[in-house]
């Protein structure tokens, strides 16, 4: 008796075992399975956000119920906490990002979640465990994940939620280009567009934490007074709209802060301009982004007699394997800086199952609003 038992058993894992997300969306019992404690290990049932061919997200993805997969002996099963909708994660959903997941696939790229369960083999992990996907890893827009164990980090457990599920993106991208392209000491300083995006909200506060100069410019909008206070509250020293830099001498509004050798641009166009303007001589621009969808285009004057270098930043390029133990160290201190109150921005945490008003504000559809971060515990 104990050996047919054991043989329904095998056939009733076997297509749950091999199960991919594609078989998934067709799965009969994909709404509504239900798995009794058999001797292999399975993962809880997963409500998960996905799309199955590229296009609008507000239209192509939807949110299933996912069947419970099989957690090997190398495996951890994650319950996820949070995880943010960023740009990127928007871009892989519309097909244009440079690199993304095969469809059918599940959305969202980085996050935190607490250990449930953990392969025979797993070392170093424990159920209660504070971890995030480090380098980041597709498909976190779901309550339960199963992936190896050299995926996932542990961190520390007093993190802020909000702040572990989005420090990776970001912050980190902040902290490599303020490091990377140029040596900055204190008394220094460096220029930036699109200061009011996270990555320029990191930007100023690890500057100013540095004791390096920050000149920062925003796009002109209602309300740019109070933007440009919010900004030097978190240590701006100068705040800039675009329509106060139509002078000739833009560096005569910098009140003895020295020509910046480094600048940033996620906007392009007559913001990249900008930026080129208050770089010194030698100077270096990193571009990191493209919001306004418009060509940076540089004066041959500033290439031949300012000796500008332009410059290009990717995170995912630079998170190769072999950088992933480094990024794992810097990970920790910008959560050190997050705990001790160094480092903030303006989130928005929402529940899950109002995924679908987060994802219309991440769109734009609601104007400027705070960075949605998909609270799986609401």
């Not at 993106?169 to 040596?183: I, K, Q, S």
Request: hydrophobic share 40%.
């Amino acid at each position: 008796m104990a050996s047919l038992v054991r043989s329904a058993t095998l056939r009733f894992l076997k297509p749950l075992r091999n199960l991919t997300l594609n078989d998934a969306f067709n799965h009969p019992r994909t709404q509504t399975l239900s798995v009794r404690a058999f001797s292999t290990t399975l993962s809880p049932p997963s409500k998960a956000v996905v799309y199955e061919q590229h296009g609008p997200p507000d239209r192509v993805t939807r949110v299933i119920q996912l069947p419970p997969v099989e957690v090997k002996e190398n495996d951890v099963c994650v319950k996820m906490l949070a995880a943010p909708i960023n740009p990127s994660d928007i871009n892989r959903i519309e097909g244009v990002y440079p690199v993304r997941p095969q469809v059918p696939a599940v959305g969202g790229y980085e996050g935190v979640g607490e250990v449930h369960s953990v392969g025979s083999a797993v070392k170093g992990l424990l159920p209660g465990d504070l971890v995030i996907p480090s380098p980041p890893s597709f498909g976190t827009w779901q309550t339960h994940i199963v992936k190896d164990q050299s995926v996932w980090y542990k961190i520390n457990k007093n993190s802020p939620l909000e702040y572990a599920a989005t420090i990776t993106v970001n912050p980190l991208t902040a902290l490599r280009m303020l490091e990377d392209f140029v040596t900055l000491n204190k008394g220094d300083a460096i220029v930036q567009n699109g200061a009011t995006s996270i990555v320029g909200q990191c930007i100023i506060q690890l500057a100013h934490h540095r004791g390096i100069h920050n000149i920062n410019i925003i796009r002109d909008r209602t309300g740019s007074d109070e933007v440009k206070e919010k900004l030097k509250n978190l240590g701006a020293d100068e705040v800039f709209t675009e329509s106060q830099l139509e002078v000739k001498n833009v560096k005569g509004l910098l009140s003895g802060i020295p020509e910046p050798a480094l600048g940033f641009n996620c906007v392009g166009g007559n913001a990249a301009s900008l930026v080129l303007k208050f770089l010194g001589r030698g100077g270096t621009m990193v571009t990191y982004g493209g919001m306004s969808k418009k060509p940076i285009t540089v004066s041959t004057t500033s290439f031949i007699f300012k000796n500008l270098s332009l410059r290009g930043f990717w995170l995912q390029n630079w998170m190769s394997t072999e950088k992933a133990k480094e990024c794992r160290v810097l990970i920790d201190s910008l959560l050190d800086l997050a705990r001790e109150g160094k480092l903030k921005y303006e989130m928005e945490l929402v529940p899950f199952d109002n995924f679908n008003a987060a994802l219309d504000k991440a769109l734009g559809k609601q104007g400027s609003q705070p960075k949605q971060v998909i609270n799986f515990q609401l």
